[in-house]
């Protein structure tokens, strides 16, 4: 049966049909063998009605062209605005002795007739992560470059970025914004999303394994606390590093609700442990060599204390109440206790060395009163560590499912842990009984 996300795909297709002429390339059927499309006819308003619940097969990429699709000279077109327009893609691209190389490189990406049809279904239905997607490449590139990869690598390196995205097009935009607050299902999608991409690339018959394996693991930190498949260090290979480093850079610089520049300077900090040290090195030259403009930061009226003094509670209950449960039991590695000591170990130093007692709150706020311009990073960083720590539940819930079968001391901290930070973060919505996951 269509999962909702299937039919968010097929909805997006048919708009696309009702702007620009859409034709089955083959025959389209159902994955009971059932024939629901011909070949050579022409997708119109019906289209998803048509398909109904059925699940396609091929998949629907494999079978429709479109006319007037996107070509690379269009894409390079998005490139050179953005290196044009965006000032921290300007610094970057003034930082190499030949900056029209990185256009030069993304123009060496092939596209198959598949990613021809869904960078059109982008470009006409999602402009936003065509952008996203077109800004990821060149810093991949820019990233690349730096590290010294050789052409053929750079120009893998080139399509991965393009492309690592291309399967957010089955996930309804309202799920990927900053403000979302997905159910458990709706998260898995975005989990999952990676390998849906790997599959969509696979299909194609075009890309290297290089850039296959690339996007899949473009969400994957060499601390192993990425997703899906938790890779450490050198597991994740050159290009998925450099891909996923610029993913964060380009998603933080992308954010509307904050200061781009501020959060992604914050991020770096704060997520050393999880990306390339080289690699965070060189992107210093997106903040203006590392500087942070705080003309740009929000002003003491949009950040409330109270919601400051609301965050550093919610951080140390968190850290306190999982230090409390574990006490002396030893966490297992690769093991849910391991995996939340991790975390919390590495979120509790971040904010130390960031110089913020989170059980003094009061002090904290104190020592910053009248101080905007810090009482908006503090903000900041209290809302990266409410994030991560969020994050490690959403983790622990998706790699170990039946977690709450572990009737061992650690296992029953672990357990626990998990209702106690449901209630404190979580919406209501979004909350799911520990003892019913399955």
Same mark, same amino acid.
């Given at each position: 049966?269509?999962?909702?996300?299937?039919?968010?795909?097929?909805?997006?297709?048919?708009?696309?049909?009702?702007?620009?002429?859409?034709?089955?390339?083959?025959?389209?059927?159902?994955?009971?063998?059932?024939?629901?499309?011909?070949?050579?006819?022409?997708?119109?308003?019906?289209?998803?009605?048509?398909?109904?619940?059925?699940?396609?097969?091929?998949?629907?990429?494999?079978?429709?062209?479109?006319?007037?699709?996107?070509?690379?000279?269009?894409?390079?077109?998005?490139?050179? *605005?953005?290196?044009?327009?965006?000032?921290?893609?300007?610094?970057?691209?003034?930082?190499?002795?030949?900056?029209? #190389?990185?256009?030069?490189?993304?123009?060496?990406?092939?596209?198959?007739?598949?990613?021809?049809?869904?960078?059109?279904?982008?470009?006409?239905?999602?402009?936003?992560?065509?952008?996203? #997607?077109?800004?990821?490449?060149?810093?991949?590139?820019?990233?690349?470059?730096?590290?010294?990869?050789?052409?053929? %690598?750079?120009?893998?390196?080139?399509?991965?970025?393009?492309?690592?995205?291309?399967?957010?097009?089955?996930?309804?935009?309202?799920?990927?914004?900053?403000?979302?607050?997905?159910?458990?299902?709706?998260?898995?999608?975005?989990?999952?999303?990676?390998?849906?991409?790997?599959?969509?690339?696979? *299909?194609?018959?075009?890309?290297?394994?290089?850039?296959?394996?690339?996007?899949?693991?473009?969400?994957?930190?060499?601390?192993?606390?990425?997703?899906?498949?938790?890779?450490?260090?050198?597991?994740?290979?050159?290009?998925?590093?450099?891909?996923?480093?610029?993913?964060?850079?380009?998603?933080?610089?992308?954010?509307?609700?904050?200061?781009?520049? %501020?959060?992604?300077?914050?991020?770096?900090?704060?997520?050393?442990?999880?990306?390339?040290?080289?690699?965070?090195?060189?992107?210093?030259?997106?903040?203006?060599?590392?500087?942070?403009?705080?003309?740009?930061?929000?002003?003491?009226?949009?950040?409330?204390?109270?919601?400051?003094?609301?965050?550093?509670?919610?951080?140390?209950?968190?850290?306190?109440?999982?230090?409390?449960?574990?006490?002396?039991?030893?966490?297992?590695?690769?093991?849910?206790?391991?995996?939340?000591?991790?975390?919390?170990?590495?979120?509790?130093?971040?904010?130390?060395?960031?110089?913020?007692?989170? #059980?003094?709150?009061?002090?904290?706020?104190? *020592?910053?009163?009248?101080?905007?311009?810090?009482?908006?990073?503090?903000?900041?960083?209290?809302?990266?560590?409410?994030? %991560?720590?969020?994050?490690?539940?959403?983790?622990?819930?998706?790699?170990?499912? *039946?977690? %709450?079968?572990?009737?061992?001391?650690?296992?029953?901290?672990?357990?626990?842990?998990?209702?106690?930070?449901?209630?404190?973060?979580?919406?209501?919505?979004?909350?799911?009984?520990?003892?019913?996951?399955?």
């Amino acid at each position: 049966m269509a999962t909702l996300h299937d039919q968010y795909y097929k909805l997006i297709i048919t708009q696309l049909a009702e702007r620009l002429p859409v034709t089955t390339c083959q025959d389209v059927y159902s994955t009971t063998g059932l024939k629901l499309v011909n070949k050579g006819v022409r997708i119109d308003s019906t289209f998803a009605e048509k398909l109904g619940q059925h699940d396609i097969l091929p998949p629907l990429e494999q079978c429709l062209v479109v006319e007037n699709g996107i070509t690379m000279d269009e894409i390079i077109v998005i490139a050179r *605005n953005l290196l044009h327009t965006r000032s921290p893609l300007m610094r970057m691209a003034k930082a190499i002795v030949h900056p029209e #190389s990185l256009t030069e490189i993304l123009a060496q990406v092939q596209l198959s007739t598949p990613m021809v049809f869904l960078l059109t279904l982008a470009r006409e239905n999602r402009l936003a992560l065509l952008v996203h #997607s077109v800004s990821v490449a060149l810093l991949s590139i820019y990233l690349g470059l730096r590290r010294g990869l050789s052409p053929k %690598q750079l120009q893998e390196l080139a399509t991965a970025g393009l492309l690592h995205d291309i399967s957010e097009l089955r996930i309804d935009e309202k799920l990927m914004r900053e403000d979302a607050h997905p159910l458990r299902e709706e998260r898995e999608m975005i989990y999952t999303h990676p390998a849906t991409s790997q599959r969509m690339l696979l *299909n194609s018959g075009i890309y290297s394994l290089d850039v296959i394996n690339a996007v899949m693991r473009h969400h994957e930190c060499i601390d192993g606390s990425g997703y899906p498949f938790g890779l450490m260090g050198s597991e994740l290979g050159e290009l998925a590093k450099i891909l996923s480093i610029a993913e964060l850079a380009i998603n933080r610089l992308d954010e509307e609700t904050r200061d781009g520049k %501020q959060h992604l300077a914050l991020s770096l900090k704060f997520n050393q442990q999880k990306y390339d040290a080289e690699l965070n090195a060189f992107l210093a030259v997106l903040l203006g060599h590392g500087s942070v403009d705080t003309s740009e930061v929000p002003t003491l009226e949009l950040v409330n204390p109270e919601v400051i003094r609301d965050q550093l509670r919610k951080i140390d209950l968190a850290l306190e109440f999982w230090s409390r449960l574990i006490g002396d039991l030893p966490p297992r590695p690769r093991s849910p206790s391991g995996y939340v000591q991790q975390r919390l170990a590495s979120l509790g130093k971040a904010t130390r060395e960031a110089g913020i007692d989170v #059980s003094d709150g009061g002090g904290v706020l104190k *020592n910053l009163d009248g101080d905007e311009a810090s009482l908006a990073e503090l903000y900041q960083v209290n809302e990266e560590t409410i994030s %991560q720590i969020t994050e490690t539940l959403f983790e622990v819930q998706r790699r170990w499912p *039946n977690f %709450q079968e572990d009737q061992t001391a650690v296992g029953k901290a672990v357990t626990g842990w998990m209702e106690y930070i449901q209630e404190l973060l979580l919406e209501k919505r979004e909350r799911v009984s520990v003892a019913r996951l399955k």
